[in-house]
T-cell receptor, first 116, second 113 residues
């Protein structure tokens, strides 16, 4: 079974520029997550999709961050404009639904963003 | 709001000794609990989960965790540590299918040869 694919692996941009990250979840997984992991901290959920609908985006800075999940499969996370404090690893994860519960989440390797 | 706490930033254990990485949680409702491990430059890898049933759950690489409802804890354990177990460990919790998975801040496990 192929895992969660993310690209790019690394990205360096200047502040105020824009950047986009791409995620392809495990085939058949209904739920997709984007997490932000700042160095030395645990992952923080930015947005959760179920199929192509948003379940939770309460911690997404909507003035600069946006995300979409086209046709309930791939997803793109965009930052525009980027700030220095956005430097972090952006993790995509997916999980399937078993009855009333999401199974454990499977993570991609992440995209390490450095804003200079 | 649900939360999870990992009180130790780092745990040092001699190789061959038993290890424990602590996790406590706070939720309204029945918790679903997870442990993940993160090796350098790698994504998070799932280790084990507690959904319901037996309080002692076994997972990958010889790890196990004990769910204790009265103490709201879900400590990760292994009877005999290996140097290769050195990594960053995260505890996580969710409540139901529509709820987000919340992660602790992580505990760095350092196994001394």
């Amino acid at each position: 079974e192929a895992g969660v694919a993310q690209s790019p692996r690394y990205k360096i941009i200047e502040k105020r520029q824009s950047v986009a990250f791409w995620c392809n979840p495990i085939s058949g997984h209904a739920t997709l997550y984007w997490y932000q992991q700042i160095l030395g901290q645990g992952p923080k959920l930015l947005i959760q999709f179920q199929n192509n609908g948003v379940v939770d985006d309460s911690q997404l800075p909507k003035d600069r961050f946006s995300a979409e999940r086209l046709k309930g499969v791939d997803s793109t996370l965009k930052i525009q404009p980027a700030k220095l404090e956005d430097s972090a690893v952006y993790l995509c994860a997916s999980s399937s639904l078993t009855g009333a519960l999401n199974t454990e989440a499977f993570f991609g390797q992440g995209t390490r963003l450095t804003v200079v | 709001a649900q939360s999870v706490a990992q009180p130790e930033d780092q745990v040092n254990v001699a190789e061959g000794n038993p290890l424990t990485v602590k996790c406590t949680y706070s939720v309204s409702g029945n918790p679903y609990l997870f442990w993940y491990v993160q090796y350098p430059n790698r994504g998070l890898q799932f280790l084990l989960k507690y959904i319901t049933g037996d309080n002692l759950v076994k997972g990958s690489y010889g790890f196990e965790a004990e769910f204790n409802k009265s103490q709201t804890s879900f400590h990760l354990k292994k009877p005999s540590a290996l140097v290769s177990d050195s990594a960053l460990y995260f505890c996580a919790v969710t409540v139901n299918r529509d709820d987000k998975i919340i992660f602790g801040k992580g505990t760095r496990l350092h196994i001394l040869p």
